[in-house]
């Protein structure tokens, strides 16, 4: 039975809105001007047949490839032109293709945030910008943690603080952030459990997290086509150890690179679509994911004018 429960937790899940990089996020900078509404839904599809146990990558024959599904519907609000407000919650569905495992499947963490612009500074052609953004998180329903790797989230109560900086030459430009995430302890359905030594508890606690993105491309008006880098660090945990199941409390580490597309429909310019590809090129304690997304999300203006 160990080598049922010998794959990584599904990488990430809780963040997995942030790292598909959907329009006006935390993530980015781009801004909804004063009494503009951007909302939408979106799709989006990953799954891995390889993870990392510690350093050590490899396959599980008795799970096959782990299949994640996630309908999320998300939106920003400008308050001000320098002050955007977002909220988003996501439906997840989880699957194995091989094994005795069930896959779950219910609604995930709802996420609250805001983002704010410092500053912008204009040189002819050159525009040097910076951003602070935070979020909050929290699970919206009593969804089981301790059946990984095929639970939908860690259950966690979240916040993460972010600052951006973006350079931008006529239609090209690069952006960089890094962030913070502190996470709540979670329960488990258990008065006992071991990680590198026994606790007579159902509270775990759960380490906190750095990240950082970097990003590139073109910009205009419409059209956004970038490239993107993304690292998560996890400040903590423990490896998964051999004959042993994996644990929500692990070090949790990986690096994506992918590809982020934002387009507006050439017959009703309030309404665009959103793309996105990715894969994980390096890990510790995580699925060897890649994935897909794509969204449709439309403009709204409550102003007078």
């Not at 049922?4 to 990430?12: C, G, M, P, R, V």
């Not at 204009?122 to 951003?131: E, F, P, R, W």
């Amino acid at each position: 039975m160990n080598y049922l429960y010998k794959a990584i937790i599904i990488s990430i899940i809780t963040t997995t809105c942030s790292n598909a990089l959907q329009a006006q996020t935390d993530i980015d900078v781009n801004m909804m001007q004063k009494k503009e509404l951007c909302a939408g839904v979106e799709y989006s599809y990953h799954s891995w047949n390889k993870y990392w146990e510690a350093d050590f990558k490899r396959p599980n024959l008795n799970l096959g490839t782990v299949r994640t599904q996630m309908y999320a519907a998300m939106g920003t609000y400008g308050v001000t032109n320098k002050l955007n407000i977002m909220a988003g919650v996501p439906f997840v569905t989880t699957k194995a293709s091989a094994g005795q495992l069930k896959g779950l499947q219910g609604w995930q963490d709802v996420m609250i945030g805001a983002k704010y612009k410092l500053f912008q500074k204009t040189l002819k052609q050159h525009t040097l910008s910076g951003y602070v953004s935070a979020k909050f998180t929290a699970p919206t329903t009593n969804y089981v943690v301790d059946y990984l790797p095929l639970n939908i989230g860690l259950k966690a109560t979240t916040i993460t603080s972010r600052a951006l900086v973006d350079y931008q030459i006529k239609k090209w430009f690069t952006t960089a952030s890094a962030a913070y995430v502190w996470r709540s302890n979670i329960r488990l359905d258990r008065n006992s459990y071991y990680t590198t030594t026994m606790h007579y508890t159902n509270e775990v606690a759960m380490p906190n997290a750095f990240t950082y993105n970097i990003r590139a491309g073109y910009r205009n008006k419409g059209l956004i086509a970038e490239v993107f880098y993304n690292n998560w660090i996890t400040q903590g945990g423990f490896d998964i150890t051999k004959n042993n199941m994996p644990f929500p409390s692990n070090r949790m580490n990986n690096s994506m690179v992918g590809l982020h597309v934002f387009y507006p429909l050439w017959f009703q310019k309030k309404l665009s679509i959103v793309g996105n590809a990715y894969t994980t090129i390096t890990g510790r304690n995580v699925g060897q994911t890649n994935g897909l997304s794509i969204g449709l999300f439309y403009l709204a203006n409550f102003s007078k004018k």
